[in-house]
């Protein structure tokens, strides 16, 4: 029996950082960007992830969302924040990196998942934001989640937020 620990800050499904924690780390960070510094920001969402459960169940489910969370981890810098936000979607929070290299940190990912034998198809989509200045970071998610809509109509694809 390994007893593991999982802090008050940590999702116990995939060990990824909670919404709590995301919340506190990515107001930090928003409030220390100086001078020709950006954020960018990437919601990252399973396609089509609600026919997966109604057809292979939720504990297949939980096995893709947990495989997907330990592919983010060994893909991404230590620097990166990586958060379960809800049910299927996770956030990356990318200090220093401006959009064009968002993209391409997304698609390596996009590309990872499309590539891994999950047992059935697995696709993700996501939508990214930025930010060079003081912002809550309700408001930077909140401009992610809208070009993660504008994602969503084609699937397995990345959106960036425009005004
Ligand atoms: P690349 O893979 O085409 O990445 C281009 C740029 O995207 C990087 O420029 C960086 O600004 C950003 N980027 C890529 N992956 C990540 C990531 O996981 N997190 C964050 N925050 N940003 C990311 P950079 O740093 O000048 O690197 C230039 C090239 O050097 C990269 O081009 C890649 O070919 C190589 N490289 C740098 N670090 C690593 C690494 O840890 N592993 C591997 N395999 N290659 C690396
Ligand atoms: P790390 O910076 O924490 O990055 C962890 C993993 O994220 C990398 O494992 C790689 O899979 C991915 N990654 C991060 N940045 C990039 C990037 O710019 N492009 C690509 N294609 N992948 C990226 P990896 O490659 O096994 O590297 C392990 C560690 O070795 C890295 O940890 C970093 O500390 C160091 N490293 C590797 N290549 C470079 C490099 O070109 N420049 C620097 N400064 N460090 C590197």
Known sequence: ???????????????????????????????RLRHNTILSLAIVDIDDFK???????????????KEIADILKNNLRKDDIIAR??????IIVLPNTEVKSAKVVFNRIREKIEK?????????????????????PEKLI????????????????IAVYAK
């Open 1 to 31: 029996f390994k007893k593991v620990y999982i802090s008050a800050y940590q999702d116990e499904l995939t060990n990824l950082w909670n919404r709590k924690y995301l919340y506190i780390r990515l107001k930090g960070e928003i409030k």
């Open 51 to 65: 026919s997966v459960n109604d057809t292979f169940g939720h504990l297949f489910g939980d096995k893709v969302l």
């Open 85 to 90: 936000w809800g049910g299927e979607e996770f």
């Open 116 to 136: 891994y034998d999950f047992g059935c198809k697995i696709t993700v989509s996501g939508g990214i934001a930025f930010v060079n200045e003081y912002i809550e």
């Open 142 to 157: 909140e401009m992610a989640d809208k070009a993660l809509y504008k994602a969503k109509k084609r699937k397995n694809r």
